[in-house]
């Protein structure tokens, strides 16, 4: 039951703004994504405020500008949890029960002709156990959050966990 809770807090939903190459381009994008993260400090029980950041493959399908995606990609993301949302407001901190805070994503795919895109965002998020959700003003997320082999947050801190999820992305 701890791992699941765990598990629960870990997923969150990523919504963000995006900067493609060209701040006017019209981009609509369906994702899939596939990372690691890492925590610093790693989550307890106790709530903590924290640094965390990840990076992996990112599939998409859709347009970017009216030329077709359909790519894996890059993505990276950082941020700190702890400090604002849900988490702050009522464990005044980030823990394996719940985690919530600012980060930054960046996304990096080809269009089918070779055209970099490039989306880069602030976002927010909130995650309950090994289930979350991020928003900002063009992207939107949801993911999940499996805490190493081993890792059960009652008897040791999680400092890496997998983290997959949906991610959804149009500007017009």
Do not use: W
């Amino acid at each position: 039951m701890a791992l699941f809770i765990r598990a629960l807090l870990a997923v969150a939903t990523i919504a963000a703004a995006a900067v493609p190459a060209s701040a006017d381009a019209e981009i609509r994008l369906a994702c899939t994504f596939d990372s690691e993260v890492q925590l610093s400090p790693g989550l307890t029980l106790g709530p903590a405020v924290g640094e965390y950041s990840g990076s992996g493959t990112i599939e998409c399908v859709g347009t970017a500008d009216g030329e077709t995606v359909n790519d894996e990609g890059a993505m990276s993301y950082a941020g700190t949890g702890g400090v604002s949302g849900p988490a702050n407001d009522v464990l005044d901190g980030d823990s394996c029960v719940m985690g919530s805070g600012p980060g930054r994503l960046t996304v990096t795919l080809e269009t089918e002709s070779g055209t970099p895109v490039t989306i880069e965002t602030d976002f927010d998020f909130v995650r309950l156990g090994v289930v979350g959700y991020a928003t900002a003003e063009h992207t939107s997320a949801v993911f999940q959050f499996v805490p190493e082999t081993g890792k059960d947050c009652v008897f040791s801190e999680i400092r890496t966990a997998h983290v997959t999820g949906q991610l959804g992305h149009v500007t017009s």
